[in-house]
């Protein structure tokens, strides 16, 4: 079943998406994005929901939905860390040995395109997840930690041909997640 907008007889919104698809597409990205400012799942989930709620309300008005969630998302997780009274120092995110300045925000771009690419960030590391523990390991380490094939067979008792196997593979399985993303073709 379409979720239409109020004023509207057909199901298409503003980029001839619905907030079902919206919700499809951006459901996990956005959890994602939300989480590294809560820090919490649930406070995540809540956030998101509050933001698409708020899309569900004022659908008819908002010209780029997809930019506006992530907008309306930040804005609700940074609300919601105030509220619980805690801060967000820039130093916990290097820290944190999953974070990359890579994900810092890029001040060259435009908003949009940062968060397409903060989008693209977020489902890559979701894909990531679809990794067994070995396989995802030696994508740390050689994408990560800039490792050849050599040191990483060295560091982890595999063959040079295995780690170049697996990381094939993974390379592999990561693209077909991404493919089902709309991604990458």
Do not use: C
């Not at 199901?11 to 079902?20: H, L, Q, R």
């Not at 994602?32 to 400012?37: E, K, Q, S, V």
């Not at 994900?103 to 890559?124: C, K, Q, S, Y």
């Not at 592999?172 to 493919?179: N, R, S």
């Amino acid at each position: 079943m379409a979720v239409m907008r109020p004023d509207e007889t057909s199901a298409e919104s503003p980029g001839n998406e619905t907030i079902e698809e919206l919700f499809a597409a951006l459901e996990s990205p956005l959890l994602g994005y939300a989480l590294r400012y809560t820090g919490a799942r649930a406070a995540a989930e809540d956030v998101v929901q509050e933001a698409f709620m708020k899309l569900h309300g004022q659908f008819g008005q908002v010209e780029k939905p997809r930019s506006w969630l992530y907008r309306t998302v930040h804005n609700l997780a940074l609300n919601q860390r105030r509220a619980a009274g805690k801060t967000v120092s820039s130093d916990a995110f290097s820290e944190n040995e999953n974070f990359s300045a890579k994900e810092l925000p890029d001040t060259a771009l435009p908003p949009d395109a940062e968060m397409l690419r903060l989008e693209g960030i977020g489902l890559v590391r979701l894909s990531l997840g679809t990794l067994d523990e070995r396989s995802r390991e030696l994508v740390r380490l050689k994408f990560h930690d800039d490792l050849s094939y050599k040191d990483i067979a060295a560091r982890t008792g595999l063959t040079t041909s295995n780690v170049g196997f697996i990381l094939h593979t993974a390379l592999k399985t990561i693209a077909v997640e991404l493919a089902k993303t709309g991604v990458v073709p």
